[in-house]
């Protein structure tokens, strides 16, 4: 029996497990099926986070937490939790090998994943020329042509670090203003290469057996559509969260969620289910940083040990 599991090995989920057993938990296992670090592994560019001055990446930032939670008795399993239910206070949670495994309390730390734009051609190009990680896959098109689409600070930081590798960046966004930070928007400036196309949409993400050669777009303004001719398209139009293991068998979920699937919360990351906390990306209204994860992951941990008490 655990005294505390943890879902997810992200910023949220590293933190929590650092403080909860920092904070004297001694049986705390965090579910990770891949490596910790989360998402923001995948970042090129990391300048927001206090106290780091030099401009690093994703992964550089998360190198050395999974070590600092170790040093105090964190657990890492890699396997993946199927489902997570409840029964006379004690939490199961089962599985990919269906196996289970009994907990006193729960943190779900499970973050969010790529939205997909549902965008003719995407899914079949998926991996041979769409892409959704910049930092993993931007070296195939060294000094090629690639389109990004989205207006966010992910399209907008993404659009950035391809610059510096690709000959032309075209950053294709469906509206005549970015939603991303003006500070970020502002840097596009300083790249030629970087083309900005607003008010446009995607029409057809296109290609042959050898993978993508072009975007076709319409230009709204105009009306006029064009094609792009690109080896690569970079899609950043979202995150969708991870709930999926808060699922029951009867199609209800363990705890409630608002109508984009986030976790209820309150400002102790406690859930409507006693017991059961939630951090980071698949909690409401999270503001989609790591220190804000780190920040909730700290919350949880600490309202865990105290609801364990
Ligand atoms: P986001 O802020 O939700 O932006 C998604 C973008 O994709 C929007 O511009 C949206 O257009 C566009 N979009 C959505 N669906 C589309 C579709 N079907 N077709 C075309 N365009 C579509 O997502 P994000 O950029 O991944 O950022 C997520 C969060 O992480 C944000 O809070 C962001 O600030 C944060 N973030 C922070 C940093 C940083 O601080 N270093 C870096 C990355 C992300 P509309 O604008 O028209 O809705």
């Known amino acids: 029996m655990l005294d505390l599991a943890i879902i997810g090995g992200g910023p949220a989920g590293l933190t929590a497990g650092l403080y909860a057993t920092r904070g004297g938990l001694k049986n705390v296992t965090m579910f990770e099926k891949g490596l910790p670090g989360g998402q923001i592994t995948q970042s090129s560019e990391i300048e927001n986070y206090p106290g780091q001055i030099e401009v690093i990446t994703g992964m550089e930032l998360m190198d050395k937490w999974p070590t600092q939670c170790k040093r105090f008795g964190l657990k890492h399993d890699m396997s993946e939790v199927k489902q997570i239910t409840k029964q006379n206070d004690i939490f ?5 090998n269906n ?10 730390a499970t973050g969010s994943v790529p939205r997909s734009g549902g965008f003719k051609g995407e899914k079949e190009f998926f991996g041979r020329g769409v ?7 931007g070296f195939f098109y060294k000094n090629k042509d690639v389109a990004v689409i989205g207006g966010g ?18 950053i294709i966004h469906r509206r ?11 840097k596009l400036k300083k790249f030629p290469n970087i083309i900005q196309l607003l008010n446009y949409d995607i029409v057809e993400i296109i290609g042959d057996n050898m993978g993508v050669n072009g975007v076709k777009v319409l230009d709204k303004t105009k009306n006029e559509e064009k094609t792009l001719s690109v080896l690569g398209a970079f899609i950043f139009v979202g995150r969708n969260v991870l709930n999926e293991s808060l699922k029951q068998d009867d199609g209800t979920f363990l705890c409630e969620l608002n109508d984009g699937g986030q976790v209820k919360v309150d400002l102790s990351m406690k859930t409507s289910v006693d017991g059961l906390f939630a951090a980071g990306d698949i909690r409401i209204e999270a503001p989609k940083q790591v220190v804000c994860a780190a920040g909730d992951g700290a919350t949880a941990a ?8």
């Open 92 to 96: 199961t949670l089962i599985l990919s």
């Open 99 to 108: 196996s289970t495994i009994d907990a006193k309390s729960v943190i779900i």
């Open 131 to 137: 892409s959704t990680c910049a930092t993993c896959d």
């Open 153 to 170: 600070d992910s399209a907008v930081e993404e659009a950035i670090y391809l610059a510096n590798i690709c000959k032309t960046v075209y």
């Open 176 to 186: 005549d203003k970015f939603r991303a930070s003006p500070h970020e928007v502002e």
């Open 302 to 309: 600490i309202s865990a040990i105290t609801y364990l008490q």
